[in-house]
């Protein structure tokens, strides 16, 4: 006996990308607040990569310090906040002349309202209130943005 005639489809046929997303919005839905113990990751538990972008952000900043308008860096996929956390908290100590981070304002992107109400109450980026806000926003959809405002994005637990 043929073992393919066993076999039923899971449903319509869609692309990957399609069904990886209905996946995942189950998977965050199901979850609730307790979503943020499943991503113990490097980056939401260590502050080196966050230095290491900070670092390399402030430099090329440095480059730009006659113009003073705001700088917005976009981090997609949050996590629980720790790499936005430490970045700014680097970013301001290595900043000794504030030519930088005074201008600096770090964007939040997440899918999940879980996830983002989460990297809110991370208490390292509780110490930049003013220089963080967060958008609740899917991946595919980066048109509500305008071009060229963005001066460096960092795509982390996507």
């Not at 939401?44 to 440095?62: G, I, K, P, T, V």
């Not at 899918?111 to 208490?123: C, H, Q, T, V």
Request: hydrophobic share 35%; with cysteine.
């Amino acid at each position: 006996m043929n073992s393919k005639n066993h076999l039923l489809p899971l449903g319509d046929f869609k692309p990957t990308d399609e069904w990886q997303t209905h996946v995942n919005e189950i998977f965050y839905g199901i979850q609730g607040p307790n979503i943020h113990n499943h991503f113990q990751t490097y980056v939401s538990q260590d502050h080196r990569l966050a230095h290491a972008l900070a670092e390399d952000y402030y430099e090329q900043a440095l480059t730009q310090v006659n113009n003073p308008q705001p700088r917005f860096i976009m981090e997609w996929g949050v996590g629980n906040g720790n790499l936005a956390g430490c970045f700014l908290t680097h970013l301001q100590s290595i900043d000794t002349e504030g030519q930088v981070y005074p201008f600096t304002r770090y964007i939040l992107c997440d899918f999940s309202m879980e996830i983002l109400k989460g990297a809110r109450d991370n208490p390292r980026l509780k110490n930049h209130a003013e220089k963080f806000f967060t958008v609740q926003v899917d991946a595919s959809h980066m048109d509500c943005f305008r071009e060229q405002t963005i001066n460096k994005i960092i795509s982390n637990e996507i």
